[in-house]
Each structure stands twice: as C-alpha cells, then as structure tokens.
C-alpha cells in the first residue's frame, strides 16, 4: 500500500514560499530602531561634572539617526534651570545598535562652569535588573581629554514619547513662563 502525498494548492505554495524569501532577506538587515527615543532624567538631580548642573535629554531616534535637546537645570530643582545655559542642542553623533550605545557631543556657547568647551557623552542603553527601569549610563566629559573609566551619568528614562515642549531650546517655561 502506498502512501499518499498531501496535496496543495499552487496559491498556498506561492504564499509560503513569498513569506519565506521576505523573511531571509529581511533577516540581516538593521531593522530601525529607537531604543534611545524619549525623555532621560538624572536620577539624583545632582550636579555632574563637568555640566555644572544636573542634564535632562530629550532625544528623538530612528535607526542610526539622532536628534535632541540636552537640558541642564540647576541641582535639586526640577524647574530651575542653568542660568548661562540652560540648553544646548545634541550635535555629531554616532549610533551603535549592536553596542547599544549613542555618543554626541554638546557646546554651551556661554561662560560659567566647563560651559563653552565641547562635551563628549557616550551612553549605552541598559535595563535595570532589580527595577526595569531603562537606562542611559556612561560618561560626558570635555572632548579632548581623556574619558573617565567611571560613568559619571546614570539617566532613566522618564518618557517614551517627545511632546513639542522637548523638542525647543531654551525650553518652553523659560520662553512662557
């Protein structure tokens, strides 16, 4: 007794066989991403050095595109903010997906504090294990010295989504207070 073959429409072929080709080629490529997209807080609104306060960023991301504001308000106040400097745009960055991490720097055109030198962040997106919390954590320092070995940031992600207020620099309540 012979066995026999199930049969199948030519139609259902075609459909796994479509399904399968957009499958492998798609499988090798940089899928975009925005693991970096959203409002990140310092997490003890404490002074860090060398920004002279403490930084909120407020970043927008899309495959290996960035863009943001970089706030910097003063320590332990949620709505004061660096006198000198209270935001500066994020400028030439890089994006590693496979590494997880982000780099840009930021230049206060002011005085004050470190302010008027180009700053150097790199950040690599972590979860927290005990809490979930997502994390950016690494290091800003002054562009051409030497980064620290220590990250000196550890900023959590206090939104998702960019509403148009973070997206303006100087920010919305300094503008319409």
Known sequence: ??????????????????????????????????????????????????LGGWPAVAIGHYGHEVAGVTYLHEQGSLISYLPACPCVWIDHYRVDLAEA?????????????????TLHWRLEFQVDDETGDELLVGTVAPEYEETPVEPNLRLIRTGDQL???????????????
């Not at 007794?1 to 499958?23: E, F």
């Not at 303006?168 to 319409?176: A, G, K």
Request: hydrophobic share 30%; glycine share 10%; with cysteine.
């Open 1 to 50: 007794m012979s066995k026999r073959l199930p049969t199948y429409r030519p139609g259902a072929i075609a459909g796994v066989l479509l399904a399968l080709i957009v499958a492998g080629t798609s499988y090798g490529c940089d899928s975009p991403s925005n693991m970096f997209t959203g409002r990140w807080e310092h997490e003890t609104r404490e002074a860090v050095s060398p």
């Open 101 to 117: 991490e982000v780099q840009f720097t930021t230049r206060c055109e002011a005085g004050g504090d470190a302010l008027g030198q």
């Open 163 to 177: 509403t148009e207020a973070d997206k303006q620099c100087p920010p919305e309540d300094l503008v319409n207070p």
